[in-house]
């Protein structure tokens, strides 16, 4: 795809999102703990953990575990965590009105 059509998420940007997102998940006391999606959502996990001081977990529990992904876009591995009362995308691409191709810093091609 063409860098025309990509929404490049950078270093900076990702902070600063992941810092927002930090700040919701401390305000939540309901919160105990923090699943990363596997692949996408782990590397935002392990941030926020660091930022909130909330321990990652193998094995969510429903009611207070936030469920971390790196995109929220057709909205299936969201609907995959449905028994799950707390998702949080870094990206909600609906919400942002993104329609490009999102691409965050950690993925640009090495030369």
Request: hydrophobic share 40%; charged share 25%.
């Amino acid at each position: 795809m063409n860098k025309k059509n990509e929404y490049l998420i950078s270093v900076d940007e990702f902070e600063t999102r992941c810092k927002a997102l930090a700040r919701i998940l401390k305000k939540n006391k309901n919160i105990k703990n923090i699943y990363g999606v596997m692949c996408s959502g782990m590397f935002i996990a392990i941030r926020l953990s660091y930022l909130t001081k909330l321990p990652i977990t193998v094995f969510p529990k429903s009611n207070e575990t936030a469920i971390i992904d790196d995109i929220l876009d057709t909205g299936n591995t969201r609907h995959s965590f449905d028994n799950f009362g707390y998702f949080f995308p870094l990206v909600d691409k609906q919400a942002e009105g993104i329609i490009n191709w999102v691409k965050f810093w950690y993925e640009q091609n090495e030369r």
